[in-house]
């Protein structure tokens, strides 16, 4: 099983930016696909962007154009740069291996 552990939550107020960390316990190559997903109070777990090990990057309509996913792979992390962060980005964020791993979440709020 792949431990994950987020870092980089806070409070932010609107317009801010916030990167969020994900430490992975093996080869962070070795997984095919990871992705970042956020669940809001009151809401389902929804995804929010994607990565391929070949750092092929998807982001959901929603955060397009101000989040961005990567990786490095030295460093075996995964990041969420997050920028022009609106209240509704409000949410615990996770990220999560192809093979169903997940971590604990990083409390993103965004309040003047």
């Known amino acids: 099983q792949v431990r994950l552990v987020e870092s980089g939550g806070g409070l932010v107020q609107p317009g801010g930016s916030l990167r969020l960390s994900c430490q992975v316990s093996e080869d962070i190559l070795s997984i095919s696909a990871m992705g970042w997903y956020r669940q809001a109070p009151g809401k389902q777990r929804e995804l929010v962007a994607s990565i391929t090990s070949d750092d092929t990057t998807k982001v959901v309509d929603a955060v397009k154009g101000r989040f961005t996913i990567s990786k490095d792979n030295a460093k075996n992390t995964m990041y969420l740069q997050m920028n022009n962060l609106k209240p509704e980005d409000t949410a615990v964020y996770y990220c999560?291996?192809?093979?169903?791993?997940w971590g604990q979440g990083t409390q993103v709020t965004v309040s003047s």
């Open positions: 999560k291996t192809i093979m169903n791993d």
